[in-house]
Nanobody
Framework: QVQLVESGGGLVQAGGSLRLSCAVS????????MGWYRQAPGKQRELVAR???????NVVDSVKGRFTISRDNAKNSVYLQMNSLKPEDTAVYYC??????????????????WGQGTQVTVSS
């Protein structure tokens, strides 16, 4: 079973910074891509940023230039550095990971998992 544990959310004033971290644990064979999504009250969950094992990134326009995604393959971890935060960034942020885990027969099996979410609140 694959688990994702996030940390780093909190309350910050507009213009401030936060760094989110997410660690993946379990019988991981390989992680293809990791990402961050967010869901504001009354809105659908949306992609914020995604990074592949090779380091290719995809960042949504609304956070480009302010948010940076990075990963540490050796630690099976992904990070989201958020600078110049705005009130509209307020949301629950979720970590995601896609890859292959070892089943009971040690055969790599695809997985896609989510973290429990961490609240980010930006005050004006």
């Amino acid at each position: 079973q694959v688990q994702l544990v996030e940390s780093g959310g909190g309350l910050v004033q507009a213009g401030g910074s936060l760094r989110l971290s997410c660690a993946v644990s379990g019988r991981i064979f390989s992680i293809v891509a990791m990402g961050w999504y967010r869901q504001a009250p009354g809105k659908q969950r949306e992609l914020v940023a995604r990074i592949t094992s090779g380091g290719s990134t995809n960042v949504v326009d609304s956070v480009k230039g302010r948010f940076t995604i990075s990963r540490d393959n050796a630690k099976n971890s992904v990070y989201l550095q958020m600078n110049s935060l705005k009130p509209e960034d307020t949301a629950v942020y979720y970590c995601s990971a896609d890859g292959f885990a070892l089943g009971s027969d040690y055969v790599p099996t695809p997985f896609g998992s989510w973290g429990q979410g961490t609240q980010v609140t930006v005050s004006s």
